[in-house]
């Protein structure tokens, strides 16, 4: 509990508490570019998280969909833990094992024949590559040197860095950052026709999320991801699709593109990745990793040996049938307890979306202040958009609790 401060004039005695310490710290050290709630978390097991306080949280946001396996899950742990005793990071002039078994899983999860994986270690690096990825293939290797462009969605999210953010089609986060790179244009999300309209002979590529996660949780509708597909297969473009907030099983499936029945040119990975560590992917077809032969991309620390081997026990143990049956059936039973709180409290829950393990609950105003009372109420979540609610829990999170965190979500609406 944070203790309640006295007038001004009163001189405490009682020493400020650990979390007093850190938003006073936060204060005065920390860039402040974040909006962050007043908690500091200091141990995680499972679905559960408990602050500097001794106060324990449900954690249905799990690290925004990192900790796909839940808080320090013993396999992870112990898999990390075998590599941190034996070989921490040695760069890419160099082979290691277990950013290969990440290679050889991942690949073979993305079918086709000879595919590849490129590491790096977020998201935002992960659709850099992909950018960089669709204008080099265009450029070097289909001799198309007037193809650049990338078109993204309103809506979307793909990362802060200059060319990512940019790809990221909301003024709200490039605002003050002009000059912007070139070659990135914007449709509707789900507006074929607006897609058609912008594809032009100076198109590269085109970028989407199955599911906008920061956008507001807003799935692709049906048959829009195979519709730009077979337009990509008719303009000689690529399509490339983010999955790092929707891979590595959260929806049901080991990446979200596999219920939309195609196949893309390339993928992003990062958040589930790692279970909590720092790595990101790039995952793309022999014909179009060609398009990066030696000495034009990297990155030092990408494919890390500790976090490539957390990677490998999440993947383990998250793409199994029986886990990607269960994050499916675990998402329409949030979907039938979000539709019961909707008629519930109609006009208050104004929708409900998502599939599998990636869920937001839209309120018809206030969400930032619901987010904070379910806190209050011991429910760790977060907000997508400006008005909806997202959960991201992790699969080991038990129907129980899920239905605990949608109870405690009402008491706090
Ligand atoms: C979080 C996210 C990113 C950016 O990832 P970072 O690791 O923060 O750079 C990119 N795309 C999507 C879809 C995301 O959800």
Redesign the pocket.
């Known amino acids: 509990m944070i203790e309640a401060k006295g007038s001004s004039a009163t001189v405490s005695s009682a020493a400020p508490s650990r979390t007093e310490r850190a938003v006073d710290s936060a204060k005065h050290h920390l860039l402040q570019n974040y909006k962050q709630q007043p908690v500091v978390l200091v141990r995680g097991e499972g679905a559960w998280v408990w602050d500097a306080e001794g106060r324990r949280y449900l954690d249905l946001i799990q690290g925004?969909a990192t900790c796909a396996l839940g808080h320090c899950h013993p396999a992870v742990v112990a898999a990390a833990r075998a590599q941190l005793e034996t070989l921490w990071h040695v760069s890419n002039v160099f082979y290691t094992e277990p950013q290969l078994q990440l290679a050889e899983r991942l690949t073979a999860a993305f079918g086709g024949r000879d595919a590849r994986a490129f590491f790096c270690n977020?998201?935002?690096?992960a659709?850099e590559a992909l950018i960089k990825l669709a204008r080099r293939y265009q450029h070097e290797v289909a001799g198309q040197r007037e193809r650049s462009d990338i078109i993204t969605f309103e809506g979307s999210?793909?990362?802060?860095t200059l060319a990512?953010v940019t790809a990221t089609a909301q003024p709200k986060y490039q605002a003050g950052f002009e000059p912007l790179p070139q070659g990135f244009r914007y449709a509707p999300m789900g507006d074929l026709e607006a897609v058609k309209r912008l594809v032009g002979p100076t198109t590269a590529a085109i970028l989407i999320?199955p599911i906008q996660?920061?956008g507001g949780v807003r799935p692709a509708p049906p048959g829009f991801l195979s519709a730009l597909r077979a337009l990509c297969d008719e303009h000689g473009l690529l399509l490339l699709i983010?999955e790092?907030?929707t891979g590595i099983g959260r929806t049901g499936t080991a990446f979200a593109y596999q219920q939309h029945g195609v196949q893309p040119d390339a993928i992003?990975l990062?958040?589930s990745l790692g279970n909590g560590l720092p790595i990101?992917a790039m995952v793309c077809s022999d014909a179009v990793g060609k398009a990066l032969p030696s000495g034009t991309h990297g990155s030092t620390f990408g494919g890390n040996p500790v976090a490539a081997a957390a990677a490998v026990a999440t993947w383990d143990l998250a793409t199994t049938p029986e886990a990607l049956k269960a994050n499916a059936e675990k998402g329409e039973l949030l979907h039938r307890l979000g539709r019961e709180l909707q008629a519930r409290r109609p006009g208050r829950v104004v929708d409900v979306r998502g599939r599998g393990l990636l869920f937001g609950i839209e309120v018809d105003g206030g969400a930032a202040d619901v987010v904070a009372r379910c806190r209050q109420n011991g429910l760790l979540v977060n907000l997508a958009g400006e008005k909806t609610v997202r959960f991201a829990p992790a699969f080991v999170t038990s129907a129980a609790e899920l239905a605990e965190g949608v109870a405690m979500f009402e008491r706090s609406l």
């Not at 977020?122 to 690096?125: H, K, L, N, T, Y």
């Not at 999210?157 to 802060?160: I, K, L, N």
């Open positions: 925004i977020s998201g935002a690096e659709n999210f793909h990362g802060r990512t999320e996660g920061e983010d790092v907030q992003s990062a958040k990101g």
